[in-house]
């Protein structure tokens, strides 16, 4: 898992119930999310893709081609996110390299995992 503990102090946080919906597959992305404590369920057409915890993260993808968002994303127990918005993604990834190869790293895991399921 990458190490994206450069939010665990992170002001800009929210605290959202199990069941709080962050998005369904089709709608617009304008931010992704950093699981700061907590669980969510990233599913596609009712299938459980991924369970992201502490120190994951999702909707990355949205930032970063501008598509729509390609699953849906709910909590799975109470969380604690930090919220990037694309401005706030793209001064991080032009400060912090680090920052980018995190994500590259989680994306690359990802499809690693998918691709060992097909």
Known sequence: M???SIFATDTETQRLPAGHRFFEAGEDGEEMYVVLTG???ISLRGKVLEIV?????FGEMALIDR?????DVVAKTDVKVAAIDRKRFL????RNP??????????TERLRKFDDRV
Do not use: C, H, N
């Not at 598509?67 to 699953?71: D, H, I, T």
């Open 67 to 71: 598509q729509k968002r390609s699953a």
């Open 98 to 107: 680090y920052f980018a190869i995190e994500v590259m790293t989680v994306m």
């Open 2 to 4: 990458a190490d994206l």
């Open 39 to 41: 669980e969510v369920e």
């Open 91 to 94: 001064f991080l990834l032009t």
């Open 53 to 57: 915890r502490d120190g994951g993260i």
